[in-house]
């Protein structure tokens, strides 16, 4: 029993992907600096747009928060948190975690690892904690990063706000490691279930999107992830809501059990 | 004792027979060769056994566990050579081995051993080894904690004849140690070799399951001779052959008598030999 609490695959799992976090959190504290950095340039047409009404059209599709465009906490918002965070980050990640096991059935490298005395259970779940690491490095590296920028342009932020908006952000990347590892226990393929993965998430995001936008349609967002993780709440006031956190980490406990489940009956063929 | 035991072990793939009503057992301290041609099922039976596959139907112990319930413990006395072997391309080979001898989790006795025996550039990453350095890194991992059974599925494919021979050479002496094994295999010359006991499977079914040397002994000799006559003038027995101008036959227990009948003809070459299993298997596959 105790060779559970050894976590030599996740441990293993964290050494395969070491070149992949430091690169993704290089990657993205760039792309932080990058768009905070732009903000002086755009304040001022940004001002300007705002009293043209223009935001109006785009609040639709992202929120109260449009309205705040002009400012420095909703410019990092829509920018850099509402696209290249939840989005492209939670693709990025969904991307990788999809491919953790079908990898190794489609590589067959299965056959040797479950040679060894480890359960498939196992197996599973240490690949989750194993990715777990990456998934907070990339986090609170751009939190660095975005606290660096805000000191060298000398804007105003609340760096608790912003601590507790990172914070708020990892029950959202969980639930979407445990989705993709309920997709790579399941698809044998890695690139068909990282794909089926990015399907799955637009598909949820645009789903959000619509109850957004569309009247009748408002209730059926709360189907998709993103309609429990809002940046702007907690970035600008400071609020973390723990129900919604709540419901990600169910997500990810319901999504995992399932996959421990499945994962345990498949049969593993040549 | 018995460490290997199924009881009708079988296994379907939806409607697709992979291996069906296999019963048989494999003894503490031998070899066994598992013989069939591919797609007879060796590596379905072996896989069910490992847990990978879920039977239908039937059972299986090993080493008195129930593979359904306590495959884990099974494995901390059981390694396995896959038949086709993928191993971590961006490992290296020390890198491999010290990630398995992790989840092993005990002392890696046989591995300064292994290591002189089968050569492998450690330092090297997997993606660069040819297909023989990682069959010779898959038989290290298998054997380096020196567990009681290793299965192989056909596990000298790849490996060049002096090679072979000194894996040879090393499953005798881990016999000699009281170790199982099991090896599958379509190569007869193998089983031949060093196995103690043989089941021969075809099309999913058990056909014969017997003692190597019990086998060979059943058989006879084979005859193969060229005559300066017509080989087609040559009296032999019903099931007699004539192939690129020799004749062929099995002799069982009266070669005397064919040694007479040969000399009313020109002999212009003979080769008298053991039936070696080749020629049981290729009968048996005939039938």
């Not at chain 1, 690491?133 to 760096?159: K, S």
């Not at chain 1, 708020?168 to 990282?194: D, H, Q, R, T, W």
């Not at chain 2, 080493?63 to 059981?78: A, C, L, M, Q, T």
């Not at chain 2, 016999?175 to 043989?198: A, N, P, Q, W, Y």
Request: aromatic share 12%; net charge negative; proline share 3%.
């Amino acid at each position: 029993m105790q060779d559970i609490f050894r976590f030599r695959i996740a441990i293993q799992t964290i050494l395969d992907y070491k070149k992949t976090t430091i690169t993704l959190t290089l990657l993205f504290m760039l792309i932080s600096v990058m768009y905070a950095g732009m903000f002086p340039a755009f304040k001022e047409p940004l001002e300007e747009m705002g009293e043209t009404g223009l935001f109006d059209s785009f609040s639709n599709f992202f929120g109260p928060a449009t309205f705040d465009m002009a400012t420095y906490v909703g410019f990092l918002n829509l920018e850099l948190y509402q696209i290249f965070w939840m989005i492209i980050l939670g693709i990025v990640i969904g991307f990788i975690a999809a491919s953790i096991v079908s990898k190794e059935i489609e590589g067959k490298t299965i056959d040797l690892l479950m040679s060894n005395p480890v359960s498939r259970k196992q197996i599973v779940f240490e690949k989750f904690i194993g990715l777990i690491p990456m998934t907070l490095i990339i986090n609170f590296g751009t939190m660095l990063a975005v606290i660096g920028i805000t000191i060298v342009i000398g804007e105003e932020l609340d760096f608790g706000n912003l601590f507790l908006t990172h914070v708020a952000s990892v029950p959202y990347f969980l639930a979407i490691l445990g989705i993709a590892i309920l997709i790579s226990v399941i698809i044998n393929e890695k690139m068909k279930a990282s794909i089926t993965f990015i399907a799955l998430l637009m598909g949820m995001y645009v789903i959000e999107t619509m109850s957004k936008t569309v009247p009748d349609y408002e209730s059926i967002g709360v189907v998709s992830i993103t309609h429990y993780f809002v940046p702007y709440d907690t970035l600008k006031f400071g609020d973390f809501n723990i129900g919604s956190a709540l419901i990600l980490i169910c997500v990810t406990t319901v999504c995992m059990v399932i996959s421990l489940i499945y994962f345990e009956h498949k049969d593993i063929t040549v | 004792m018995n460490v290997i035991e199924t009881n009708n072990l079988t296994k379907y793939y939806g409607k697709i027979k992979g291996v069906e009503d296999l019963t048989l057992s494999v003894k503490k301290g031998e070899i066994f060769g598992f013989l069939g041609p591919n797609g007879a099922g060796k590596t379905t039976t072996i896989r069910t056994l490992l847990g990978y596959l879920t039977p239908t139907r039937g059972s299986a112990t090993i080493f008195g566990r129930n593979i359904e319930d306590d495959i884990v413990e099974i494995k901390r006395e059981v390694a396995y050579i896959p038949g086709d072997l993928n191993i971590y391309s961006h490992m290296t080979g020390k890198e491999f081995l010290n990630y398995f001898a992790a989840l092993r989790n005990r002392e890696m006795t046989l591995l300064n051993e292994l290591l002189v025996i089968f050569d492998v550039p450690l330092d090297r990453k997997l993606k660069g080894y040819s297909k023989g350095m990682k069959q010779k890194i898959g038989i290290i991992q298998a054997f380096m904690d020196d567990p009681e059974m290793v299965i192989m599925d056909e596990p000298t494919s790849g490996l060049d004849p002096l090679l072979q021979q000194k894996f040879y050479d090393f499953l005798i002496k881990q016999k000699k140690r009281g170790k199982t094994m099991f090896l599958s295999s379509h190569i007869l010359g193998e089983v031949d070799r060093v196995c103690d006991r043989v089941g021969i499977i075809r099309d999913g079914n058990l056909i014969a399951l017997e003692d190597v040397e019990t086998l060979k002994s059943k058989r006879g000799k084979k005859i193969r001779l060229k005559i300066k006559e017509k080989p087609e003038t040559f009296a032999g027995p019903k099931d007699m052959k004539v192939k690129d101008g020799w004749i062929e036959f099995i002799a069982i227990n009266d070669i005397d008598s064919w040694i007479k009948k040969f000399s009313k003809y020109t002999i212009q070459d003979l080769v008298i030999s053991d039936f070696s299993l080749e020629d049981i298997f290729i009968h048996y596959y005939e039938d």
